[in-house]
């Protein structure tokens, strides 16, 4: 990528960023003016400039991300090479890491680093989280705006920026007679998809891999989708949150998920048994043209090679279409438990900060060879990752990036809810059936809000 279109998406991911800060229910940055820890706690303030502080602490992190699980085992390893200090690191099965965090807060040793997802996160968890203005990681934001305010307390801190969409098999897609400039709208992906299911047995291959919904895959369409019609219905209305959603573009909704299952690598009955790794294995070995997922999963998707790998926004049928976007934003802000001890939360602040600044912690965090992050600190290196250019690339052309408005999803819950009301109906696609869909986004949001 070069120079001007990194600083250019560099510049635009901070806008979007504050964009979903502000209009998602976020807020504006802190001071990070002065070293070490917190400037209004009066806490821990090592220099925090190598990890190397002498801080007699240690560190546990309690990881969202099971795909960068392996990744973050080696950095610790590596940091306690180079420092000396221990780091502990615990990474939550797939859609368990609320749970997990509720269990492991309440030891003894409760981890030190753990992450929100937003506003809607901090919300449950703000009278936990250590107050990181002024802090020496909160200097190396590339912008204030990645900062997760409660008042005038910097409670988080983003470290990853991600963006997802349709990846596509680029070669499949021109064996079936198109390219990607044919797909520009949501009518434009239906006739191509229903086309390549029509000829699948002469093709060899199906339109779109299984939309598996067991555990370790429904968040991609009860999280994930779910937030299209909630990004398009936010800005129809020029609102930021709502604690009664109207469900405006939720027949979008069902003709995006009708789209999938009923072209999809196996029947529609048998989505509730298929998994993440089935997803990945039916893209891989070419049994499929379009998986929805974004660029942490380009490691997954690499050996089908980069010159045919492609992305797509996600059309649902709303707005400006020929100018959209991919989906691009953050649910991940590392918070510091401030009931942990003082030299743990120090050794803490150090590992941080070691990770956003230090050749190594740099590289395992960007490279796509590790976890393949684009990561919102002055340190960002230009990415090794596909799919991070070509969503770069989609900035720079001044397409209008989708904004990440599922952070203000109610609950859990309330995704879990969903996701069986959708494996239901994919079983038996009756209007009764999308019915229950409908009560699930729409009632169970008020009911979930309310609480």
């Not at 968890?125 to 190396?140: H, N, Q, R, T, V």
């Not at 990853?160 to 198109?178: D, P, Q, R």
């Not at 936010?234 to 469900?247: F, Q, R, S, V």
Request: net charge negative.
């Amino acid at each position: 990528m070069s120079k001007s279109k990194k600083i250019l998406a560099l510049v635009l991911s901070a806008a979007m960023s504050l964009s979903l800060l502000a209009g998602c229910g976020g807020g504006n940055g802190g001071n990070a003016s002065n070293p070490g820890g917190s400037a209004s706690s009066g806490a821990p303030t090592g220099s925090g400039n190598s990890g190397n502080s002498g801080a007699a602490g240690s560190v546990y992190y309690l990881n969202f991300k099971p795909e960068q699980d392996g990744d973050w085992q080696e950095l610790a390893k590596l940091y306690t090479q180079e420092t000396g200090v221990e780091v502990k690191v615990q990474t939550a099965a797939s859609g368990q890491y609320e749970t997990t965090l509720m269990s492991e807060i309440a030891k003894t040793d409760a981890p030190p680093l753990f992450q929100v997802n937003g506003p809607m996160g901090l919300a449950n968890w703000k009278d936990y989280c250590y107050d990181l203005s002024g802090s020496k990681i909160a200097g190396e934001l590339s912008s204030d705006d990645f900062a997760l305010m409660d008042g005038s307390a910097m409670s988080g801190i983003a470290y990853v920026i991600e963006t997802y969409g349709i990846i596509v098999n680029t070669k499949l897609l021109s064996e079936a007679g198109y390219s990607l400039d044919d797909i520009k709208s949501f009518a434009d992906l239906k006739k191509v998809a229903e086309d390549i299911t029509a000829r699948k047995d002469e093709l060899g291959f199906s339109a779109f891999t299984s939309a598996g919904m067991d555990g370790s895959s429904d968040w991609r369409f009860k999280t994930h989708l779910a937030n299209l019609p909630i990004y398009f219905e936010y800005e129809a209305d020029g609102i930021g949150d709502t604690d009664a959603i109207k469900g405006t573009y939720l027949d979008n909704y069902r003709a995006m998920w009708d789209l999938y299952i009923n072209n999809c690598t196996c029947a529609p009955t048998l989505l509730s048994a298929k998994t993440g790794d089935d997803s990945v294995a039916e893209f891989v070995t070419e049994q499929a043209v379009f998986y929805q997922n974004g660029t942490w999963a380009y490691g997954d998707v690499a050996d089908v090679g980069e010159e045919n790998l492609g992305m797509l926004p996600i059309y649902i049928g709303v707005g400006d279409e020929a100018n959209q976007g991919l989906c691009t934003g953050t649910e991940n802000y590392w918070c510091v438990n401030k009931n942990a001890k003082p030299e743990d939360i120090q050794a803490t602040l150090d590992f941080m900060y070691w990770c956003a600044t230090s050749e190594t912690g740099l590289e395992y965090m960007c490279s796509g060879d590790h976890m393949g992050f684009v990561v919102p600190f002055k340190g960002n290196l230009e990415s090794s990752n596909l799919l991070v250019n070509i969503a770069n690339d989609y900035v720079a052309n001044g397409t209008t990036s989708v904004k990440w408005c599922f952070p203000t999803m109610p609950s859990e819950e309330w995704k879990n809810v969903l996701g069986s009301a959708l494996t239901n109906y994919a079983a038996d696609q009756t209007d009764a059936n999308w019915e229950t869909v409908r009560a699930a986004f729409v009632d169970n949001w008020a009911a979930e809000k309310s609480k």
